[in-house]
């Protein structure tokens, strides 16, 4: 079945210390984004990548950074974790367009990494 | 004003209860809008696309009025495991990344009691 999988599941990091998130995709959609969910609140975009072109959002802090080598495979490095950092971090995918007037597809999303920061 | 507002609830109904959720949004150019359900701890998933003339699927029905700009979901004869946060989401406008881009409200929680 065509899916969005990622790795690992739970992660448990150290202050400070660099982990990277790795998130990959069956669906062949040419859009990938990486978002920030903490409890009780809506999952909050940090980029996206159209094709090879990167999208970051303004708010963003510059500790998170993406990687996206090919149409599969997208990462997420968060170079200095903080205790703030720790989150439920989710990858999706979409199908979207830039002809005229654009066409917007829904997004897909992977299970999830969990992010502990000790 | 945000730009997708949802009552969070908590919504507590029986069984077999109707129960409709209502969301607004704040761009009147929003050309896609959509629903999704998230079970405690895992990822969100596409419930629903919401189309301009009303869609249904079972148990769920979906409407979209433009003039308000608000989107509606109806869920009839609640199941217990339709317990889950409730997800309104439009489409960003502007710029094609930000068409790119949903805007997703807070979520309304729905817990279907025995």
């Known amino acids: 079945d065509a899916m969005v999988i990622q790795n690992p599941r739970y992660q448990v990091t150290q202050f400070g210390k660099p982990v990277t998130l790795s998130c990959s995709q069956t669906?062949?959609?040419?859009?990938m984004y990486w978002y920030q969910q903490k409890s009780s609140q809506a999952p909050k975009l940090l980029f996206h990548y159209y094709d090879k072109d990167f999208n970051n959002e303004a708010d963003t802090p510059d500790n998170f950074q993406s990687r996206r080598p090919n149409t599969s495979f997208c990462f997420l490095d968060i170079r200095s974790p903080g205790l703030g950092d720790a989150a439920m971090y989710l990858c999706?995918?979409?199908?979207?367009?830039?002809?005229?007037?654009?066409?917007?597809?829904?997004?897909?999303f992977g299970p999830g990494t969990r992010l502990t920061v000790l | 004003r945000k730009e997708v507002e949802q009552d969070p609830g908590p919504f507590n109904v029986p069984e077999g209860a109707t129960v409709a959720f209502n969301c607004t949004y704040s761009?009147?150019?929003?050309?896609?809008f959509f629903w999704y359900r998230q079970d405690c701890r895992k990822e969100p998933k596409l419930l629903m696309s919401v189309y301009s003339s009303g869609n249904e699927d079972g148990r769920f029905t979906a409407q979209l009025n433009r003039a308000s700009q608000y989107i509606s979901l109806l869920i009839r004869d609640s199941k217990l495991s339709d317990s889950a946060t409730y997800l309104c989401v439009v489409n960003g406008m502007g710029n094609a990344g930000n068409n790119r881009k949903l805007i997703w409200g807070l979520g309304t929680s729905l817990a279907v009691n025995p």
């Open positions: 669906l062949n959609h040419n859009v």
């Open positions: 999706a995918t979409s199908w979207a367009s830039l002809a005229a007037g654009g066409s917007y597809n829904e997004q897909f």
């Open positions: 761009n009147s150019a929003s050309q896609s």
